[in-house]
């Protein structure tokens, strides 16, 4: 397993934005998906978007869809989820989490499951 660092949340009110950055120290990290999951209180782990090694496929959950961005600067083995138009029900830790294959992406980029490193986690908090 290897390191992940989030930053970026923070208190905000409803319709704001706010970016959430992820530090790594995969070796590997521009050969990796990369994927965004978030987990509310009383809540199981949803996902919010993933992104190929390369940048070329993009998904996001279906909450989150048309609000949140996410990229990665493989030259600086970070990832980043812009966030836009916050809702209270996005009120979660918001954790960044590396592939555990090499250069995939398949249809199970939703699956936690999938990903073998995991950030701490980052709090955001809407209020509305």
């Known amino acids: 397993q290897v390191q992940l660092v989030e930053s970026g949340g923070g208190l905000v009110q409803a319709g704001d934005s706010l970016r959430l950055s992820c530090a790594t120290g995969?070796?590997?990290?521009?050969?990796?998906?990369m994927a965004w999951f978030r987990q509310a209180p009383g809540k199981e782990r949803e996902f919010s978007a993933a992104i190929a090694w390369s940048g070329g496929n993009i998904e996001y959950g279906d909450s989150v869809k048309g609000r949140f961005t996410i990229s990665r600067d493989n030259a600086k083995n970070s990832v980043y989820l812009q966030m836009n138009n916050l809702k209270p029900e996005d009120t979660a830790v918001y954790y960044c989490?590396?592939?555990?294959?090499?250069?995939?992406?398949?249809?199970?980029?939703?699956?936690?499951?999938?990903?073998?490193?995991w950030g701490q986690g980052t709090q955001v908090t809407v209020s509305s």
């Open positions: 989490a590396a592939d555990r294959a090499i250069r995939y992406w398949g249809r199970d980029y939703r699956m936690a499951s999938r990903y073998n490193s």
């Open positions: 995969v070796r590997t990290f521009s050969s990796r998906t």
